[in-house]
């Protein structure tokens, strides 16, 4: 699997920013959509939103208006900027590949990063 490495997690007061970063190390061609999902305590992962190749979005109704997902193709980074910022945000994010292609030809299935948390305070 391609590593993933997610920084930029953190504790904020409500209505701050964060801004979260992952990273795809390796010899890559390219990458489908990558996304960002997160989980708080006691409940399922959730999609937060989500980026195609071609820089299509979508995202979960709960962060529309607030979240704004992006990539960098040539840095094969994946960000998210969080802005007004709400408790109900708290968790912990993980970073998603759906398909990582190699410059060698092979590819990798769906990966994820270790997760980064997120905490914010009322």
């Known amino acids: 699997q391609v590593q993933l490495v997610e920084s930029g997690g953190g504790l904020v007061q409500a209505g701050g920013s964060l801004r979260l970063s992952c990273a795809a190390s390796?010899?890559?061609?390219?990458?489908?959509?990558m996304g960002w999902y997160r989980q708080a305590p006691g409940k399922q992962r959730e999609l937060v939103a989500r980026i195609t190749s071609g820089s299509r979005t979508d995202y979960a109704d709960s962060v529309k208006g607030r979240f704004t997902i992006s990539r960098d193709n040539a840095k094969n980074t994946v960000y998210l900027q969080m802005d007004s910022l709400k408790p109900e945000d708290t968790a912990v994010y993980y970073c998603n590949a759906a398909k990582t292609y190699y410059e060698s030809g092979a590819y990798s299935p769906e990966s994820w990063g270790q997760g980064t948390q997120v905490t914010v305070s009322s």
């Open positions: 390796g010899t890559i061609f390219s990458i489908t959509t």
